[in-house]
């Protein structure tokens, strides 16, 4: 389930501790790289002291910074939909951010969300760290399990900062929660939603695409619709091919391709999927990616129905679950979880069989109460014998 961009919010905590001098900030572009450019993945104490911008506030629709040039600060503005994500100085961070950060990375989502709601209510906090506090409380009260209660969260960060900066986030994390939760009907409202905000992008327009054609092909599963599943097949080839060569698109291109390779397992034609598989998960660099390639691969070697091709596809889901957990999303997680327990219960090949079955199982009950696959996960501890 964890939705959060957690690593950049740490890094500045931690630098925050550490910074002397007072720095700029950066702004993180949709292809991954930052104005002012940097030298690493993330942005150092050095690459703050460099920077001679400064954010002073950040709506959906544009940032407002200043520049420092000739010794005078020159206001600036940028467009909002050409941006990831604002990395503010460090010190803009109070220091509650960091706690609230360590009690979610250790599981304690309810303090974290108080704490992140706090810091979202403190008007002489900077108000770029309210909306982004705001916006972690709704994700730490996601993460608890506790879905209603996000949005409830997620409503009060647009009614706090009606045209917040990460209201695109909070649709897409919308969506996102409900297709974990299995209700595809609130992920479409979501996604729609998200489409009638003002500046959508290309990149907004076809990620959405791809989530309403993962909708589209779960549900021919479920009906066991093989002209659906081809349909879907088809949609994720164009969206593959509109975003191939793109890197500000590259992990939709990647994610379709996913789907592709998952409806052909859906179809039957497993070698063909599984060479998509082994494919993006030597080449894939983001948890999302890795996570769904391995669960795929994993699937392939279920389907053999054999020990061998249990074990296999146990190692499989083990390291999607203990890999790729950050960043992926829960759905892809929980069915991890779910099936390295049924390949332990299928395997029994060690004394501790049972305690490795109920600990997997157990992890996705307990993380993913409302995922289809706890209760798969139920249904499987029930019948395991004492």
């Known amino acids: 389930m964890r939705p959060m961009n957690c690593a950049a919010v740490v890094v ?9 001098a007072r720095g700029g900030d950066l702004i993180q572009k949709r292809d991954g790289s930052f104005t002012p450019s940097i030298k690493g993945e993330s942005p150092s104490a050095a690459d703050y002291e460099a920077s001679t911008w400064q954010v002073l506030d950040a709506t959906i629709d544009e940032i407002r910074t200043t520049l420092t040039a000739g010794g005078k600060a020159v206001p600036q503005t940028l467009k909002a939909s050409d941006s990831a994500d604002i990395w503010l100085e ?46 972690f409380a709704a994700r730490a009260v996601w993460n608890s399990g506790d879905t209603v209660g996000a949005d ?12 917040s900066y990460y209201t695109r986030s909070v649709w897409k994390d919308r969506w996102q929660m409900w297709m974990d939760g299995g209700n595809e009907e609130k992920a479409k409202a979501a996604i729609d939603q998200l489409l009638k905000l003002p500046g959508v992008t290309e990149a907004d327009q076809l990620e959405a695409r791809l989530a309403l054609n993962t909708i589209a092909f779960r549900k021919a599963v479920a009906a066991k619709d093989v002209p659906g ?80 091709g249990w074990a296999e596809a146990r190692r499989c889901f083990l390291r999607t679950s203990l890999m790729y957990d950050e960043g992926t999303p829960g759905d892809v997680v929980a069915k991890a979880l779910y099936f390295a ?41 029930n019948s395991i014998p004492k």
Request: aromatic share 8%; glycine share 6%.
């Open 152 to 163: 409830a969260a997620y409503d009060a960060l647009l009614k706090t900062f009606p045209t």
């Open 229 to 308: 599943i081809q349909k879907a097949l088809d949609e994720y080839k164009a969206i593959a091919q509109l975003t191939q060569g793109k890197k500000e698109m590259a992990s939709v291109s990647a994610l379709a391709r996913i789907g592709q390779a998952n409806c052909l397992l859906a179809l039957g034609k497993t070698g063909e999927a599984r060479a998509i598989f082994e494919d993006l998960a030597e080449r894939g660099t983001e948890n999302a990616v890795l996570a769904a390639a391995w669960n795929g691969l994993g699937e392939c070697w279920y389907k053999d129905n054999n020990p061998k």
């Open 12 to 20: 500045a905590a931690v630098l925050g501790c550490a910074a002397v």
């Open 90 to 135: 460090p010190r803009d961070y109070p220091s509650q951010w960091k706690e609230a950060s360590d009690l979610s990375a250790a599981g304690n989502n309810k303090r974290a969300a108080d704490l992140y709601r706090a810091i979202g209510a403190a008007a002489q906090v900077h108000p770029v760290v309210r909306q982004k506090a705001l916006l």
């Open 341 to 381: 327990g049924d390949c332990f219960f299928r395997l029994q090949d060690s004394e501790a069989w049972r305690d490795n079955a109920k600990k997997e199982l157990q992890s996705c009950i307990s993380r993913f109460p409302k995922s289809p696959w706890a209760d798969q996960s139920r249904k499987l501890w």
